[in-house]
């Protein structure tokens, strides 16, 4: 295991005292050392407004109860991503890394408030924005940079770049549109057939919402009841086309026809918590598959060679930005909530800074993959075949 990065600070609203620990892994998300405060539980009221509901009678709790200690770990979790992928627009842009490059700012209230409702036996499956999701589920920001400059320490050796990352419970990160749903359904097939109590969250954006393979992964997932939680990360445009000029319908979460949905508002990450939270409950009771739709926003463009402003205007990103950031309106709740202080979250902020700056300089500093990486994970081992071409005959790799 890499070794910690361990800060020591203090909390001047006595959540946590100066001789406690502010742990950043290397090889994990962040953790919070619990002290008999942050264990403490706080009630919180969601809007009305958080869920809209489709052939289901009842819905998701409104008062929710949780701890401290998991709300301050949200926070992180999502200053983290945050600077992570703030991080990764400036490489590109330095030329540090090539090729595709997603970035998923402005939508990390749906990955840290779904992370945060599940166990280590749910399973997850997403599209090509998932830096942030291969991050909470174990992989280390060193080894996301790495794969993004296709280094040797990346998390898939450096071969796989933006778009194929992958982590424990975490199915990946892929390139092609909306390909990954009928994938996760099988996923959930897997964890029907052997009889394990848990679900598989399944990921898509908007502009995938229409992709016939979609439709077959909801007939299947209907038909055997499977446990299945089809997830539309909805941020409004697939690519430069806005969902109402693509879609004729929005409704999402109603597309299912047959299976019962639930929108979410996606910006905030307790209204994801809690709607992953009753989907997990609902499915994996044997009720069959939901369709949920998280109605978030990207700051950005849709990926970095989109600036994001031809298809929408500056003042309309600035909007969002300035009233419904996910980040800031945690930060909101957490003050509110008196669960931390201004200064008490900024320290955080800091040391999030810190601990992401050293993870791109180790990231960088790194090696390129050797040679031989280009015939490994080609398959599996000992059913390989006699030779695999290359462009060239010359090229050709003859594994006997």
């Known amino acids: 295991m890499n070794p910690f990065c361990t800060t020591l600070f203090s909390l001047r609203s006595g959540i946590i005292t100066s001789a406690s620990k502010r742990v950043f892994s290397t090889h994990s998300a962040s953790r919070f050392v619990a002290t008999p405060s942050t264990k403490e539980n706080v009630n919180i009221?969601?809007?009305d407004s958080s869920f809209t509901m489709y052939k289901l009678d009842e819905k998701p709790d409104l008062n929710v109860e949780i701890s401290k200690e998991k709300l301050l770990d949200i926070y992180t979790k999502m200053s983290t991503m945050r600077r992570m992928e703030m991080t990764a627009d400036g490489m590109y842009k330095a030329k540090k890394i090539r090729g595709f490059c997603h970035l998923a700012t402005g939508q990390e209230a749906v990955s840290a408030g779904m992370?945060?409702?599940?166990?280590?036996?749910?399973n997850v499956i997403t599209a090509y924005r998932c830096h942030g999701y291969t991050y909470i589920h174990g992989g280390t920001i060193k080894s996301i940079f790495g794969e993004l400059m296709g280094k040797k320490v990346g998390i898939s050796k450096g071969k796989g770049g933006s778009m194929h990352m992958f982590a424990n419970s975490f199915y990946g990160g892929h390139g092609i549109v909306g390909a990954q749903v009928p994938l996760g359904a099988g996923i959930a097939f897997t964890q029907k057939y052997l009889g394990l109590p848990a679900a598989t969250f399944v990921l898509y954006g908007d502009g995938a919402a229409n992709q016939g393979q979609v439709f077959e992964?909801?007939?299947?997932?209907?038909?055997?009841?499977?446990?299945?939680v089809f997830v539309c990360e909805n941020n409004k445009y697939g690519m430069g086309t806005s969902d109402e000029r693509s879609s004729a319908s929005t409704e999402y979460y109603t597309r299912g026809d047959y299976i019962p949905g639930i929108r979410v508002d996606g910006m905030s990450a307790l209204a994801v918590y809690r709607a992953c939270q009753f989907a997990k409950e609902y499915t994996v009771s044997g009720k069959g598959p939901l369709v949920m739709e998280c109605r978030t926003y990207r700051f950005g463009g849709h990926s970095m060679s989109d600036p994001?402003?031809?298809?929408?205007t500056r003042e309309e990103v600035q909007q969002v930005r300035s009233t419904a950031d996910p980040l800031g309106g945690m930060k909101k709740l957490l003050i509110e909530y008196n669960v931390a202080n201004e200064d008490d979250l900024k320290a955080i902020d800091k040391e999030v800074r810190k601990f992401v700056d050293q993870a791109e300089k180790e990231a960088e500093d790194s090696?390129?993959?050797d040679q031989e990486e280009f015939w490994t994970d080609v398959y599996i081992e000992g059913t390989e075949p006699d030779v695999i071409r290359g462009r060239i005959p010359s090229e050709s790799h003859h594994y006997r």
Do not use: H, S, V
Not at 217 to 228: H, I, Q, S, T, V
């Open 308 to 312: 994001g402003t031809t298809y929408r």
């Open 217 to 228: 992964a909801f007939n299947m997932a209907a038909l055997w009841d499977l446990p299945c």
């Open 115 to 122: 992370y945060a409702a599940i166990q280590d036996d749910d």
């Open 45 to 47: 009221k969601l809007p």
């Open 367 to 369: 090696t390129e993959p």
